[in-house]
């Protein structure tokens, strides 16, 4: 299976990248999510039979006085992944966090 990993330089990306063991992975450097063109330009080259997105803005801090670029990373780039994964029919896999949550509930979301 040709397994393309976003953001595989991460703590899950890392780990994802040692399961599927001939993965193609992109860091940052190499594919800034936030940027459409790029986006479709390298997923669709790649023609993936599945895309697992582990790039992510995770400084929850920082994501609070940054909430632009952390909108932009977490929220509006996964409308451009999603759209290249639509040109190669390829499934996307995206991880949330229990961060988006304001705890009311205590800690068990199913
Ligand atoms: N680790 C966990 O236990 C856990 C639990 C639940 C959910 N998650 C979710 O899993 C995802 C990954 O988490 P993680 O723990 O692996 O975080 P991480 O170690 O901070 O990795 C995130 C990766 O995304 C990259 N990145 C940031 N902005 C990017 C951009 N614009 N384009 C491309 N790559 C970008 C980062 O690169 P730089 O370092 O160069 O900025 C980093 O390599 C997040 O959505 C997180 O919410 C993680």
Redesign the pocket.
């Known amino acids: 299976m040709n397994v393309l990993v976003?953001?595989?330089?991460?703590?899950?990306?890392?780990a994802l990248m040692s399961v599927f063991e001939n993965a193609v992975g992109?860091?940052?450097?190499e594919?800034?999510?936030?940027d459409r063109d790029m986006v479709l330009e390298r997923v669709i080259e790649r023609e993936p039979d599945l895309v697992i997105?582990?790039?992510?803005?995770?400084?929850v801090d920082s994501a609070e006085s940054n909430a632009e670029l952390a909108n932009?990373?977490?929220g509006e780039?996964l409308y451009f992944i999603s759209e290249a994964c639509a040109e190669v029919s390829a499934p996307l896999v995206?991880?949330?966090?229990?961060?988006v949550f304001d705890g009311k509930n205590g800690d068990g979301y199913s």
């Open positions: 976003l953001g595989s330089e991460g703590m899950l990306g890392t992109y860091d940052k450097e594919l800034d999510i936030t997105n582990a790039a992510g803005y995770t400084n932009m990373v977490n780039a995206h991880f949330s966090t229990d961060y």
